[in-house]
């Protein structure tokens, strides 16, 4: 098996084959990105410099945090691919909104010394059996050492929502990226798993014993067997519909006109792509 899963993978066909089928098989580029996800993007970019400058012993002051991040979001801000969905919520409520997760997150953390720092937005890969096929790969927003010893996989969310203590001693996400850092600090490592959910400035903690890793292990290689015998990918209404990259595309979205356009690119791009191919085959049966 040559393909390497993630959570995003997995949860994208769990939410919507559709969308999975866009997005991962036939690979149909996502020309716009809705707010938050954009918003999402610029606090973890953040927390990421401010932790870069922390390991070298420069703290940067709370304000200096806030120009860097009011400086990124006017350098990459578009305001004709980024989406707002929520009608009559106004762009300057995104950005504030970001700048209250900065301000929220240092002020609760500062000096930033409750732990050592081992990783920042590191990626990593690793299998889910003996074998090797099954993999997965993930991106850990931070990796650090607690006081206490244990290993702490750390995540940040900008969403509104935090889930309960319930929710989180099921998550999939951070208990996988425990699965792949114990092949680097070992086994018998204690890990912790640390939620920052940085709008409601409240930070959340769960731990795995080898029995629910092991259970982890089991579903997630069900779920990739499941994904690879599909053969027709339907589309799910959910209530993160209007936030799909896709929706223009998707059949229970669209209108008849615009499937048809879409329809009528897609052929046109194959074609021109045939051409291209036969015109290279002649050159070579000229040579």
Not at 1 to 25: A, D, V, W
Not at 120 to 140: H, K, S, T, W
Not at 207 to 220: I, K, N, V
């Amino acid at each position: 098996m040559g393909t390497i899963y993630s959570h995003s993978r997995l949860s994208s066909f769990e939410n919507c084959p559709k969308q999975f089928e866009f997005r991962y098989i036939l690979k149909v580029p996502s020309e716009t990105e809705g707010i938050e996800a954009f918003v999402g993007k610029r606090v973890h970019e953040i927390l990421e410099r401010l932790y870069l400058f922390v390991g070298r012993g420069q703290i940067p002051g709370i304000e200096k945090v806030i120009d860097r991040y009011q400086k990124l979001w006017e350098e990459t801000f578009d305001a004709e691919r980024v989406r707002i969905v929520r009608e009559g919520t106004p762009l300057s409520y995104y950005r504030e909104l970001g700048e209250s997760c900065l301000r929220g997150y240092y002020l609760r953390h500062y000096p930033f010394d409750e732990s050592e720092t081992l990783g920042i937005e590191r990626r990593v890969v690793f299998p889910l059996d003996e074998a090797g096929n099954y993999r997965m790969q993930g991106i850990i927003d931070r990796i650090a050492r607690a006081r206490d010893g244990a290993i702490e996989v750390h995540d940040y969310k900008t969403g509104a929502r935090v889930p309960s203590q319930r929710v989180l001693d099921q998550d999939r996400q951070l208990a996988l990226y425990q699965i792949g850092l114990a092949r680097e600090y070992g086994e018998d490592t204690p890990f912790r798993l640390v939620w920052h959910y940085v709008a409601k400035n409240r930070t959340c903690s769960s731990t795995r014993g080898p029995d629910e890793l092991a259970a982890l292990r089991e579903t997630t290689i069900q779920r990739i067997d499941e994904i690879e015998a599909a053969t027709t990918f339907e589309p799910k209404k959910i209530a993160l519909c209007n936030w799909c990259e896709y929706k223009e595309r998707c059949p229970l979205h669209a209108t008849p006109e615009t499937l048809a356009r879409l329809e009528a690119e897609e052929k046109a791009v194959e074609e021109a792509a045939a051409l291209a191919k036969a015109l290279d085959e002649r050159q070579l049966d000229l040579l």
